[in-house]
T-cell receptor, first 115, second 115 residues
Framework: AQSVTQPDIHITVSEGASLELRCNYSYGATPYLFWYVQSPGQGLQLLLKYFSGDTLVQGIKGFEAEFKRSQSSFNLRKPSVHWSDAAEYFCAVGVFANRDDKIIFGKGTRLHILP | DVKVTQSSRYLVKRTGEKVFLECVQDMDHENMFWYRQDPGLGLRLIYFSYDVKMKEKGDIPEGYSVSREKKERFSLILESASTNQTSMYLC??????????????FGDGTRLSIL
């Protein structure tokens, strides 16, 4: 069965430090891949998506993600975090095969920023 | 800018009541979704709709129903509210095509408490 795993429930980094949030998926083919961010009290906002082509994709707010087929991963990175990046981040995988057409969300990683 | 509006940010109801959660989108999107979000469980799909008057069950439809009489409006109905339906409810929409490769646009959520 298809699944999405975000191994880290919470991550804490200092302001100005680099960030990497992990996402692994289980799916037989190359899925569509998304990262969303949810700020406190708000809905989810799309950060970036990968469908095909260049495996390094750029998103909004200075985020990027890299698709690694061999590792079934789509990790989110940012070179220098800001206090406003404190939020919950969701990786999502779109699967479309055998009459299945759906998006599966990971359980999220909550990012805390130390001043 | 695109907008998904949920009618209430916070709602308190009593056990056994019939509860309506309303969602309106202004993007002329065909696909609309209702999720519930609980700590540690991430987003779980309740129902979705790909057209007016069409609906499909998601992963956890029990105790819920939906209505889509107009393209822009998708309502979630709790037929007889129970305390285990206390949760954050998120509405989303996406444009025509497979769900799997369409970014979803989310409302800010309704935090529902059932007493």
């Amino acid at each position: 069965a298809q699944s999405v795993t975000q191994p880290d429930i919470h991550i804490t980094v200092s302001e100005g430090a680099s960030l990497e949030l992990r996402c692994n998926y289980s799916y037989g083919a190359t899925p569509y891949l998304f990262w969303y961010v949810q700020s406190p009290g708000q809905g989810l906002q799309l950060l970036l998506k990968y469908f095909s082509g260049d495996t390094l994709v750029q998103g909004i707010k200075g985020f990027e993600a890299e698709f690694k087929r061999s590792q079934s991963s789509f990790n989110l990175r940012k070179p220098s975090v800001h206090w406003s990046d404190a939020a919950e981040y969701f990786c999502a995988v779109g699967v479309f095969a055998n009459r299945d057409d759906k998006i599966i969300f990971g359980k999220g990683t909550r990012l805390h920023i130390l001043p | 800018d695109v907008k998904v509006t949920q009618s209430s940010r916070y709602l308190v109801k009593r056990t056994g009541e019939k509860v309506f959660l309303e969602c309106v989108q202004d993007m002329d999107h065909e696909n609309m979704f209702w999720y519930r979000q609980d700590p540690g469980l991430g987003l779980r799909l309740i129902y979705f709709s790909y057209d007016v008057k069409m609906k499909e069950k998601g992963d956890i439809p029990e105790g819920y129903s939906v209505s889509r009489e107009k393209k822009e409006r998708f309502s979630l109905i709790l037929e007889s509210a129970s305390t285990n339906q206390t949760s954050m409810y998120l509405c989303a929409s996406s444009s025509v095509g497979p769900y799997s490769n369409q970014p979803q646009h989310f409302g800010d959520g309704t935090r529902l408490s059932i007493l």
